[in-house]
């Protein structure tokens, strides 16, 4: 088993940056990507970024690309989101997730684990 905590949320003013923060424990060891997904009020939860934990090769859904930056901290079993430029749009619950085994990078169903979330606020 894998436990994921995200911490990082909050309100910020359209323009403005956040950085969320995904920390792991359990059997970490087995972790093989990570990735944010995010949910905004009355709407299907959908891909944010997917990080792979060995390899650290990263890809973003468009509405963020360039904008928003994933990585992680192998000796930390940390991964972040550095959001900048932030949108209204960005408004969501944000959560992390992990998984084990390689494939299906950009669906809930590729993720094993799954944090609480946090909510990210963007007022315009």
């Known amino acids: 088993q894998v436990q994921l905590v995200e911490s990082g949320g909050g309100l910020v003013q359209a323009g403005g940056s956040l950085r969320l923060s995904c920390a792991s424990s359990g059997r ?3 972790t093989n990507r990570m990735a944010w997904f995010r949910q905004a009020p009355g709407q299907k939860r ?3 970024a997917t990080i792979g934990w060995i390899s650290s ?3 973003y859904a468009d509405s963020v ?3 928003f930056t ?3 901290d192998k000796d930390k079993n940390t991964m972040y989101l550095q959001m900048s430029s932030l949108k209204p749009e960005d408004t969501a619950v944000y959560s992390c997730a992990a998984s084990s085994r390689p494939g299906a990078p ?6 094993s684990y799954w944090g609480q979330g946090t ?3 963007v007022s315009s």
Do not use: M, N
């Open 28 to 30: 970490t060891f087995s």
């Open 46 to 48: 959908e891909f944010v």
């Open 57 to 59: 090769i990263t890809q």
């Open 65 to 67: 690309r360039g904008r």
């Open 70 to 72: 994933v990585s992680r």
């Open 106 to 111: 950009f669906i809930e169903a590729g993720y």
């Open 119 to 121: 909510q990210v606020t």
